[in-house]
């Protein structure tokens, strides 16, 4: 089984600043994906960004990207030039390739100050 | 559609009674999973379907919970004798392949269940 932790409960960044969010993770597997997904108000889980852990490099996309430290089983991601969209809840996710259900942290709220 | 459809969109009810919350997966999206969540909590697996496959079912909380997907395609979540700790929002995710595979999982809107 896996687990993944978010302590920090909320964070708040400036308009057009820089953001790092955290999340740690723990699994036995070899095998495995990590995700990124940002709730709004409306529900919905949008996928931001996702890393497979065999891959050395830092996944980006566009103002999102990821710190993936495989021997620290840390996962942060770094949101720059901070949007008022960003503003949401913000969960890290992972997935073993054995088992494809994703196990999620409690998730942390971003607001963005204008 | 082209996404995750999920209906009813908020449903609230009575302790005891039973609900049914239906979802509609993505088109050609093989794999269908169930998730809950409570209030300011992250999500809680459920169930998954994939293909032809018996579900895993290791994520259902009682016996009280139970689904199934007819066809490969639309799936319902019946929750039995309802319980206040029963509410929730209840999200369904589609994706093209289950096990083994990186596709990421799509989610639908989510139906928001109130016990009274």
């Known amino acids: 089984a896996q687990t993944v932790t978010q302590s920090q409960p909320e964070m708040s960044v400036q308009e057009a600043e820089t953001v790092t969010l955290s999340c740690t993770y723990d699994?036995?597997?070899?095998?495995?994906?990590l995700f990124w997904y940002k709730q709004p108000p409306s529900r919905q889980m949008i996928l931001v960004i996702r890393q497979e852990a065999y891959k050395q490099q830092n996944a980006t996309e566009n103002r999102f990207s990821v710190n993936f430290q495989k021997a620290a089983k840390s996962f942060s991601l770094k949101i720059s030039d901070s949007q008022l969209g960003d503003a949401a809840m913000y969960f890290c996710?992972?997935?073993?390739?054995?088992?494809?259900?994703?196990?999620f942290g409690k998730g942390i709220t971003l607001s963005v100050r204008p | 559609g082209a996404g995750v459809s999920q209906s009813p969109s908020n449903k609230v009810t009575e302790k005891g009674k039973d609900v049914e919350l239906r979802c509609d997966p993505i088109?050609?999206?093989?794999?269908l999973y169930w998730y809950r969540q409570s209030l300011g909590q992250g999500l809680e697996f459920l169930i998954y379907?994939?293909?032809?496959?018996?579900?895993?079912k290791s994520g259902l909380p009682s016996d009280r919970f139970s689904a199934e997907r007819t066809g490969g395609s639309v799936s319902t979540l019946t929750i039995q004798r309802t319980q206040q700790e029963d509410s929730a929002v209840y999200l369904c995710?589609?994706?093209?392949?289950?096990?083994?595979?990186?596709?990421?999982?799509?989610f639908g809107d989510g139906t928001r269940l109130s016990i009274l």
């Open positions: 995710a589609s994706s093209l392949k289950g096990v083994g595979s990186n596709q990421p999982q799509h």
């Open positions: 088109s050609g999206h093989t794999a």
């Open positions: 699994t036995s597997e070899s095998d495995y994906y």
């Open positions: 379907f994939q293909g032809n496959s018996a579900p895993d």
């Open positions: 996710a992972c997935r073993t390739g054995a088992n494809s259900k994703l196990t």
